[in-house]
């Protein structure tokens, strides 16, 4: 069976400090990976998505960049982090071959910047 | 500009009874559409989808209705119950989105024992 990992769970950060949050996938080959941000009382924004290593599409311009570097993983990193990058964040897969198939989400990092 | 709105940002219901939740979209290109569910400090789970060719589905306690003229869904939950109690995020799609969907806002559902 498929699972998806997300560390770490809990973070603090201040501010213009460096981030790296890392997602792996499991049990499954050539998914299609995603990066979201649920920030507070708000839904779910899409940051990017890979459809394979190496490729990676930004949906929202902002101080955070992904990276894919294994077929099953998926890094968010930020050089400088701000107030605002406060929020959820989710990792997500999804079958690479499917039409708009569902997407399963990891447990999720929350990241707290002062 | 919110493509996918759901204006109820939460709703009380009794245990037993019916839980509607709803989901406005503005987009529409979008033809398929999800339910996700949340706990607190969890990633979304999958609920049950639909796509644009069909108005119904349903699966055990959650039917999903689409109103394409409307371009409205909802989500009904009979009987609810108290491990219902989550936030509720409908998503859509579109064929030039590929394999991206917009999420809505939600909407925190609490259902009273």
């Known amino acids: 069976s498929q699972t998806i990992h997300q560390w770490p769970a809990t973070l603090v950060q201040p501010v213009g400090s460096p981030l790296s949050l890392e997602c792996t996938v499991e049990?499954?080959?050539?998914?299609?990976l995603y990066w979201y941000r649920q920030a507070a009382g708000r839904g779910l924004q899409l940051l990017f998505y890979?459809?394979?290593?190496?490729?990676i599409s930004s949906e929202v311009p902002q101080n955070l960049s992904a990276s894919r570097p294994q077929d099953r993983q998926f890094i968010l990193s930020s050089k400088k982090l701000l107030l605002s990058d406060s929020g959820f964040y989710l990792c997500?897969?999804?079958?690479?071959?499917?039409?708009?198939?569902?997407?399963?989400f990891g447990p999720g990092t929350r990241l707290t910047v002062l | 500009d919110q493509q996918v709105k759901q204006n109820s940002p939460s709703l009380s219901v009794q245990e037993g009874r019916i839980s509607i939740l709803n989901c406005d979209y503005t987009?529409?290109?979008?033809?398929?559409f999800l339910w996700y569910k949340k706990y607190p400090a969890e990633g979304p789970t999958f609920l049950i989808s639909?796509?644009?060719?069909?108005d119904k589905n349903e699966d055990g306690r959650f039917t999903v209705f689409l109103n394409k003229s409307a371009k409205h869904l909802s989500l009904h939950i009979v009987p609810s119950q108290p491990g219902d109690s989550a936030v509720y995020f409908c998503?859509?799609?579109?064929?030039?989105?590929?394999?991206?969907?917009?999420f809505g806002p939600g909407t925190r559902l609490s259902v009273l024992p």
């Open positions: 997500a897969w999804s079958v690479g071959d499917r039409e708009r198939d569902e997407q399963f």
């Open positions: 890979s459809v394979g290593i190496g490729q």
């Open positions: 639909i796509s644009s060719i069909k």
């Open positions: 998503a859509a799609s579109a064929v030039n989105y590929g394999q991206n969907f917009v």
């Open positions: 049990g499954t080959s050539n998914p299609n």
């Open positions: 987009n529409s290109m979008f033809d398929y």
